[in-house]
């Protein structure tokens, strides 16, 4: 499957040829290669076979392909929105914000997904209480600030905790964020889950007047260990303004209940009660809605068109409603009344006009278009075989936003229309799957929509990967009174268009060829290095085949001058290894040993060279250091390598004597003027006796 390309290309003659230049290779006994030897007659009809069935392949459709990938454990990721977090750059104006409100970004459109209430909240300080004390961190809320700072101190404990102060607080039931930026200093491997806390884990809390009551978070952040957000939900049970910070007002509070970091956190900005919003610009939109006497409707177009269908009946399908902006006219009508800009009321009276919905679920739909789907909003008619293609007026669009609209006509001639989503629906009904990328749908199955026409319903589409913009962008609102900003303090991410054939086809075979399974030095050191959610420096992997054994020195990244690992470290490594090992191999986790290594030497060095010994000891002690350096656990000190290094600066003559020992011989050994460190050994600078002699 993943040479199709290849396999198919070949002609008849070139596979041919191929088995006969084979045949020597796999019977001596056949001499005979004429035309007339039965044997040759059998291969040319089989071969034939072959590339008919070869062509076959090459013409397999769309659909099969992704089943065969699917049969073999890959589907093409769907395309996703990319995610921002926002709050006004004003924070002491409110703003009440509709859905699919809009925001600018260059030719980047965002939009909120659902009505958001903002700004008039803003934090007012930051305090932690560690070490008897409190701790003023207020300027991490100011965003021309970017020093780092260590909320809980050098050592945290459990007990230790942080203040959230704010000038208000949310209403009940609402949902706020905050985004904490942390300073980073190691490279720390991605976790699949990002609420899983390794290292630390923390009880949230917010002041009531019946004081602290828990509060539900979702914390992305790893207990403080990663930049990212913190989702809160807030209560029904009122807060009230706390007084025991040295700044009065509304308070959230942080408590650690289990500290073993490996890294001490470093806070570098936060920025509370966001809200979100996703990269994707809406081309038309369904609203539905279980009223059936009056709408009020707020439009994010600036020219909207208007559809509006509803149902008389329990199950039934639509029925058209024709807009009229006054009384007098019966039939299937509702009454359209602006109600300032992109704002308008419907409203529908069965004594006025004879019809009105019938109260049930989804009971009336109105569709708003823009201008430029409104000119193409008709997609065409289905004519019933199989995999009928039709273009849509929009690409990459938003799989979760799509609808169509079928409309047919009921056995007395009227109209009627349903509203279809892509994908396996129920009974005879329309089944077609959407091709967002390309803008275009392939119906599946007709069912009893034989020459339907096909209409837009909803649609948004996306600009993919590049809605994971940067932090620290000013977003405009559109159609918003004074024109106000908004402020990202976290990147975007999560946006990507849906995956191709091709690329899955790629990440297939790039699987095929990564092994999962430790069988070598090389995989152990690989899958070590990259455990999920720890900072690993260097790993060594050594196999004991006496003892059938394979022993893995690992130094993690942390803040220790000396690292070692910590039982939150083995547990993690552990776990990783065990799913991946041979089953008959056992390995075990090495903790880092670290021996210093002393220097004796005189060199002569060049005239007018005043900082010679200053560059020949920064020399050395580049060579010998192995925990910040390039070399491994286990690594040969070799004499020739420290002499050379010596020998190559521009200030040396020349190295007239060089003496090197390691200074605890049970992690190291010296034989035959090198240094040979155990598997989990690394070398440091010790004591360097330099004796300069000018030449």
Known sequence: MLRIEEISGRTYQERMADSLSALPLISEEWTNYNASDPGITIMENL??????????????????????????GFTPSRAKCARVLLSPVDTEKSFRLSANQKFKLGDLVFETKKAVNTGGISLTGIFSDFGGSFHDFSFLSDREYRMSARVFGEEPKTGDCI??????????????????????????????????????????????AEGFKELKVHDYTGAFLLSGEIKFRIPEIKAAPFEGTPVKGYCIRATLTHASYDVVPRFK????????????????????????????????????????????????????YELVTGYGKKGRCCLYERKGKRRFSLTF?????????????????????????????????????????????????VPDSFCLIAKRYDEDGGEIFNFVRPGKNEGDALTFHLLENDGKIIIEDAGDYIGA????????VTDGARGNIRAGNSLKALEIEGDPVFYNPGPGNGGAYRESLEEVRSRFRDD??????????????????????????????VMDEMENIVHIAVMPGTDEEFPTLSEEYRKSINETLFERRLITTRFQILSPVYTKVSVKTTVYVKRHFSDALMHIETALKKKLDYISGDNNFGDVLHFE???????????????????????????????????YPKENCLLYPGNLDIEIVSS
């Open 269 to 320: 900005s936060v920025n509370g009660f966001l809200f979100e919003v996703w990269q994707k610009n809406s081309r038309s939109l369904s609203i539905t809605s279980q009223k059936t006497d009056r709408l009020e409707i707020t439009s994010p177009f600036e020219d909207e068109y208007v559809l509006v269908f509803a149902k008389e009946k329990k199950g039934s399908s639509y029925r058209r």
């Open 641 to 675: 390598d420290v002499f050379h290094v010596m020998e190559e600066l521009d200030c040396v003559e020349y190295v007239y004597e060089l003496y090197m020992r390691p200074e605890n011989v049970k992690y190291a050994t010296l034989r035959d003027s090198n240094i």
């Open 163 to 208: 203040y959230f102060v704010s000038n208000a607080f949310p209403d009940p039931g609402s949902d706020t964020c905050f985004y904490i930026s942390i300073d980073t200093r190691f490279n720390r491997n991605p976790v699949t889950d990002r609420s899983d806390n390794i290292f630390a884990s923390l009880k949230w809390e917010y002041y009531t």
């Open 512 to 541: 095929i060829f990564t092994p999962y399974t430790c069988t070598t030095a090389g995989d152990y050191e690989r899958v070590v290095a990259a455990t999920p959610g720890l900072c690993i420096r260097k790993t060594r992997a």
């Open 47 to 72: 071969i034939a076979f072959e590339a008919l069935q070869g062509s076959y392949i090459s013409d397999l459709d769309f659909e099969t392909r992704f089943k065969l990938l699917k049969m073999a």
């Open 453 to 460: 026409e096909l209409f837009m319903a909803s649609a948004a």
């Open 349 to 397: 009276d069965e004594e006025a006009f004879g019809y009105v919905p019938f109260k049930t679920k989804d009971a009336v739909r109105v569709v708003l278009y823009s201008e430029e789907v409104m000119r193409r909003y008709r997609i065409g008619q289905v004519l019933g075989y199989d995999d009928q293609e039709l273009e849509l007026p929009l690409k990459h669009i």
